[in-house]
């Protein structure tokens, strides 16, 4: 198990992932020094009434220590444990901060002011880098490095303030407060008793992003898949594919003979194309991306038809193969851009403004446009060009000049244009079902994509040994088989069975849908 293998683990990550900041810590009256707030004494009566997002200040505010136990000024015994309990205030105030207790968390005032922080605030800045490093005395620390600007403005921050003590701040949590024992610009380090597993999610935190405002805590949708489901996704995604090249393949031969074995070699090409374009750009593939590249061969295969369909024309007005090639290529081009090219467009549309399934649909789908001009106009004529050139090939044929009784069932002797009436009223009842079906259903054509809620997909286990002996509801994987009807009612018994407050309860009235 990793750090990221549950998906709380990454939420936490995320929403944690933005905001690093520096403040200069104010110092106690007591401490009698050019660095204490004149207000203090009501800062932290505000404070202990209010709460420290109802304090009244234009220059100060109080920040919360992330973890009294690996802040540095905190305790280090038991006795100084029971004297931070009893009294915190006058515990950090020996220890030189302005520091308070509010429902059970430790806050620490700090400058709120230009010139006293370094946050969002100040303009455009992030942390380069961060790693694992060591203190001054041996022990874990983390080591940052700012980017050109933030070193810049840090150094703005930190030079008039050597001598004072620095809040190293995470999303507006506070994690350490050393002493400024010289000015900082480019890289520092952050001290304290951190564990290993609070450095490394802090360098985790530190090196996500740093955003420039903090996510929500809660993901408006979170999709977890079991690696079981997603290999049987793999699976059915790979023998769609297969099947769709195959089938598309076998059809063009059989009516297309040689020019058909020409357009699966493009095919082919384009194939290698998409992936090597998708490695290339060290891309993922996704379900939606797959149904691209699927629907890409289609569309591949269409180019060639217009090719082949005005070569064979070409043929059958009289003219050799190398000249009906020649011609039909020209007249096929500008129907294959034009068609090829609007797609790129809703392709463009669709990358830029749709979701992220619908964005890997789309790169899949315009990278296949792309591999499909380039096969189609330029492999598959250059494998023509060889064949009648080199190959000294000087007829082709295709079934309808084979068979003359599928090119006569091609051109049917029908008046279509008398009987535009009735297609007229065929067209209305269509449309007009449709509507009717699409009101009726309502929103029960939305899925949960767009109405919100819970989707679980599963698959059954496999079956025994005896279950595949028997042959009762197996399937030719070896999986076991239910009904639709069996696998809602029990899933609703289960459901009906939990608490109220247990998430899968809402299970009950679920749909199934195989």
Same mark, same amino acid.
């Given at each position: 198990?990793?750090?990221?293998?549950?998906?709380?683990?990454?939420?936490?990550?995320?929403?944690?992932?933005?905001?690093?900041?520096?403040?200069?810590?104010?110092?106690?009256?007591?401490?009698?020094?050019?660095?204490?707030?004149?207000?203090?004494?009501?800062?932290?009566?505000?404070?202990?009434?209010?709460?420290?997002?109802?304090?009244?200040?234009?220059?100060?505010?109080?920040?919360?220590?992330?973890?009294?136990?690996?802040?540095?000024?905190?305790?280090?015994?038991?006795?100084?444990?029971?004297?931070?309990?009893?009294?915190?205030?006058?515990?950090?105030?020996?220890?030189?901060?302005?520091?308070?207790?509010?429902?059970?968390?430790?806050?620490?005032?700090?400058?709120?002011?230009?010139?006293?922080?370094?946050?969002?605030?100040?303009?455009?800045?992030?942390?380069?880098?961060?790693?694992?490093?060591?203190?001054?005395?041996?022990?874990?620390?983390?080591?940052?490095?700012?980017?050109?600007?933030?070193?810049?403005?840090?150094?703005?921050?930190?030079?008039?303030?050597?001598?004072?003590?620095?809040?190293?701040?995470?999303?507006?949590?506070?994690?350490?407060?050393?002493?400024?024992?010289?000015?900082?610009?480019?890289?520092?380090?952050?001290?304290?008793?951190?564990?290993?597993?609070?450095?490394?999610?802090?360098?985790?935190?530190?090196?996500?992003?740093?955003?420039?405002?903090?996510?929500?805590?809660?993901?408006?949708?979170?999709?977890?898949?079991?690696?079981?489901?997603?290999?049987?996704?793999?699976?059915?995604?790979?023998?769609?594919?297969?099947?769709?090249?195959?089938?598309?393949?076998?059809?063009?031969?059989?009516?297309?003979?040689?020019?058909?074995?020409?357009?699966?070699?493009?095919?082919?090409?384009?194939?290698?194309?998409?992936?090597?374009?998708?490695?290339?750009?060290?891309?993922?593939?996704?379900?939606?991306?797959?149904?691209?590249?699927?629907?890409?061969?289609?569309?591949?295969?269409?180019?060639?038809?217009?090719?082949?369909?005005? #070569?064979?024309?070409? @043929? !059958?007005?009289?003219? %050799?193969?190398?000249? =009906?090639?020649? $011609? +039909?290529?020209?007249?096929?081009?500008?129907?294959?851009?034009?068609?090829?090219?609007?797609?790129?467009?809703?392709?463009?549309?669709?990358?830029?403004?749709?979701?992220?399934?619908?964005?890997?649909?789309?790169?899949?789908?315009?990278?296949?446009?792309?591999?499909?001009?380039?096969?189609?106009?330029?492999?598959?004529?250059?494998?023509?060009?060889?064949?009648?050139?080199?190959?000294?090939?000087?007829?082709?044929?295709?079934?309808?000049?084979?068979?003359?009784?599928?090119?006569?069932?091609?051109?049917?002797?029908?008046?279509?244009?008398?009987?535009?009436?009735?297609?007229?009223?065929?067209?209305?009842?269509?449309?007009?079902?449709?509507?009717?079906?699409?009101?009726?259903?309502?929103?029960?054509?939305?899925?949960?994509?767009?109405?919100?809620?819970?989707? #679980?997909?599963?698959? @059954? !286990?496999?079956?025994? %040994?005896?279950?595949? =002996?028997?042959? $009762? +509801?197996?399937?030719?994987?070896?999986?076991?088989?239910?009904?639709?009807?069996?696998?809602?009612?029990?899933?609703?018994?289960?459901?009906?069975?939990?608490?109220?407050?247990?998430?899968?309860?809402?299970?009950?009235?679920?749909?199934?849908?195989?």
């Amino acid at each position: 198990r990793t750090s990221l293998d549950d998906p709380e683990d990454l939420k936490r990550l995320i929403s944690a992932a933005g905001v690093p900041g520096f403040r200069i810590v104010i110092d106690p009256q007591s401490a009698a020094t050019q660095n204490t707030h004149p207000e203090e004494a009501r800062l932290r009566a505000e404070l202990l009434e209010r709460g420290p997002g109802n304090v009244r200040s234009r220059d100060a505010r109080w920040c919360k220590i992330n973890d009294i136990t690996t802040f540095p000024a905190g305790p280090d015994t038991i006795e100084q444990l029971n004297a931070m309990e009893q009294n915190p205030s006058a515990f950090f105030d020996m220890r030189g901060y302005v520091c308070e207790r509010y429902d059970g968390e430790y806050y620490v005032l700090c400058w709120d002011t230009r010139g006293m922080r370094l946050t969002r605030a100040e303009g455009e800045w992030r942390i380069a880098n961060a790693f694992q490093s060591v203190d001054d005395v041996g022990r874990p620390a983390i080591g940052f490095e700012m980017d050109p600007r933030g070193a810049a403005k840090l150094g703005e921050m930190t030079g008039p303030n050597v001598g004072n003590k620095m809040a190293v701040m995470l999303d507006e949590e506070l994690y350490t407060a050393p002493v400024l024992n010289a000015n900082i610009s480019r890289s520092g380090i952050i001290e304290g008793d951190f564990t290993t597993k609070q450095i490394n999610y802090i360098i985790q935190v530190m090196t996500a992003g740093s955003l420039s405002a903090n996510l929500s805590a809660e993901p408006i949708s979170q999709n977890t898949i079991a690696p079981q489901f997603g290999a049987d996704n793999l699976r059915a995604g790979r023998t769609a594919g297969l099947w769709a090249l195959g089938i598309v393949s076998a059809f063009m031969v059989f009516y297309y003979f040689a020019f058909g074995v020409v357009a699966v070699i493009s095919l082919l090409f384009n194939a290698i194309l998409i992936l090597g374009a998708m490695s290339l750009a060290r891309a993922a593939f996704t379900l939606p991306g797959i149904a691209g590249v699927i629907l890409t061969f289609g569309m591949a295969v269409d180019a060639n038809v217009l090719i082949y369909e005005r #070569v064979r024309e070409e @043929l !059958r007005g009289g003219l %050799d193969l190398r000249a =009906a090639v020649k $011609v +039909g290529y020209q007249k096929a081009l500008s129907s294959i851009v034009d068609g090829n090219v609007t797609n790129l467009i809703v392709t463009f549309v669709l990358a830029n403004l749709g979701t992220q399934e619908i964005k890997g649909f789309a790169i899949t789908l315009g990278i296949g446009v792309v591999a499909t001009l380039f096969s189609a106009l330029i492999v598959s004529r250059i494998v023509l060009a060889l064949a009648i050139d080199v190959g000294k090939v000087k007829k082709l044929r295709m079934l309808p000049m084979a068979a003359p009784a599928v090119e006569r069932l091609l051109e049917p002797k029908i008046n279509w244009m008398g009987l535009r009436y009735v297609f007229l009223v065929m067209s209305m009842i269509g449309v007009g079902t449709g509507l009717g079906m699409v009101y009726f259903q309502g929103e029960r054509m939305l899925d949960t994509e767009f109405r919100g809620g819970t989707q #679980v997909e599963f698959v @059954l !286990r496999d079956a025994t %040994d005896a279950e595949r =002996a028997s042959g $009762v +509801g197996v399937n030719a994987d070896g999986r076991l088989t239910m009904t639709r009807a069996d696998v809602e009612e029990r899933v609703h018994e289960i459901a009906e069975e939990l608490e109220e407050t247990d998430p899968l309860r809402p299970l009950r009235n679920a749909q199934i849908i195989p």
